[in-house]
């Protein structure tokens, strides 16, 4: 871990932190996941959180206590809110409305709590697109549009808050009504390593991937 303190020209743009679902391919909740020791969620907080100008998880409904219980030393640290979904177990676009509605900032980076490597260079330039008359600013890589390590308007708010309300709980429903710009993998290579930014764990085995590149 490098990064402990903001930086002098953070995005403008929320950290909007996905906590995830119960983590069955890891074996358990990826929030609360240690490597050597120390909390994965805290190497995140560390390396992103001061190159944003508010940082808020987003958790599942009930899961604000847990998470206060475990981990708030270090949320304190890096002055974290913790928001709940309104509703249970609907997944990651339940997640996303609740940070839209909460963030105070015009646009929320989403990423999730098992995305250890994020880069800075890449998130500023990604941010660069996060202009008047776009809504959702993605990278598209080999063909596939990732919902995650993505910027997303606040104007997104309705739009989202429509497909949840038709149960359209996938990312991707709320696309078609709102302005994107995806991002080819060609140009994101031109500012960093894409595969170590998007990079998120899902199996135990991914932690010898994640150990080699961020470790």
């Given at each position: 871990m490098k990064r402990n303190s903001a930086v002098q020209n953070p995005i403008k743009a929320t950290l909007l932190l996905l906590a995830g679902g119960r983590g069955v391919r890891m074996g358990g909740s990826k929030l609360?996941?240690?490597?050597?020791?120390?909390?994965?969620?805290e190497r995140i907080l560390c390396e992103t959180a001061p190159i944003f100008m508010e940082t808020i998880l987003l958790v599942s409904r009930g899961g604000k206590a847990e998470a206060v219980?475990?981990?708030?030393?270090?949320?304190?640290?890096?002055?974290?809110r913790i928001v709940e979904d309104s509703k249970e177990a609907?997944?990651?676009?339940?997640?996303?409305?609740?940070?839209?509605?909460?963030?105070?900032?015009?646009?929320?980076?989403?990423?999730?709590?098992?995305?250890?490597?994020?880069?800075?260079?890449?998130?500023?330039f990604m941010s660069t697109f996060c202009t008047k008359g776009t809504d959702v600013i993605a990278g598209e890589?080999?063909?596939?549009?990732?919902?995650?390590?993505?910027?997303?308007s606040k104007n997104c708010t309705a739009a989202v808050q429509k497909s949840l309300k038709n149960k359209q709980h996938k990312m991707k429903f709320f696309y078609r009504d709102i302005n994107l710009i995806a991002i080819k993998k060609e140009l994101l290579q031109t500012q960093g390593d894409v595969k170590k930014s998007f990079f998120n764990l899902n199996y135990p085995k991914d932690l010898i991937q994640m150990k080699k590149m961020v470790l």
């Open positions: 609360y996941l240690e490597i050597d020791g120390t909390l994965l969620i219980e475990k981990l708030g030393l270090i949320l304190n640290k890096y002055n974290v609907t997944g990651p676009l339940e997640g996303l409305c609740a940070g839209l509605e909460n963030m105070t900032q015009s646009w929320g980076f989403l990423v999730g709590c098992d995305m250890p490597s994020v880069q800075e260079n890449l998130a500023r890589l080999n063909g596939y549009i990732e919902p995650l390590h993505a910027f997303y």
